[in-house]
């Protein structure tokens, strides 16, 4: 089993930066980060490959958001430059065996840290 709990999340004013943590009982194969709006399907954000370190982003990223992780303290992060509204949503740590961004690839998920950008 793996526990993920996620932390960072705030109200910033668009433009501004936040880094999210998501502390980890052990890391799997894979770690990511993904999004989730009321009315939207979750969305992958950022993929780690922890043994080759290799990520990957989704296209709405443009270069703004860099995922990483602290092997010493078991720690994922997602830091998040030039933060925009549509950025808004419930952020989520995930884990699994497959490289991707689809939700259902990923075995272990945290509860989720809120970010709100406005405006």
């Known amino acids: 089993q793996v526990q993920l709990v996620e932390s960072g999340g705030d109200s910033v004013q668009a433009g501004g930066s936040l880094t999210l943590s998501c502390a980890a009982s052990?890391?799997?194969?894979?770690m990511a980060w993904f999004r989730q709006t009321p009315g939207k399907q979750r969305e992958g954000v950022a993929v780690?490959?922890?043994?080759?370190?290799?990520?990957g982003y989704a296209p709405f990223v443009k270069g703004r958001f860099t995922i990483s992780k602290d092997n010493a303290k078991n720690t994922l992060y997602l830091r998040m430059n030039n933060l925009e509204p549509e950025d808004t949503a419930m952020y989520y740590c995930?884990?699994?065996?497959?490289?991707?961004?689809?939700?259902?690839?990923?075995?272990?998920w945290g509860q989720g840290t809120q970010v709100t950008v406005s405006s």
């Open positions: 995930a884990g699994g065996s497959e490289w991707g961004l689809l939700p259902n690839i990923f075995n272990y």
């Open positions: 052990r890391f799997t194969d894979y």
């Open positions: 780690l490959s922890v043994y080759k370190r290799h990520s």
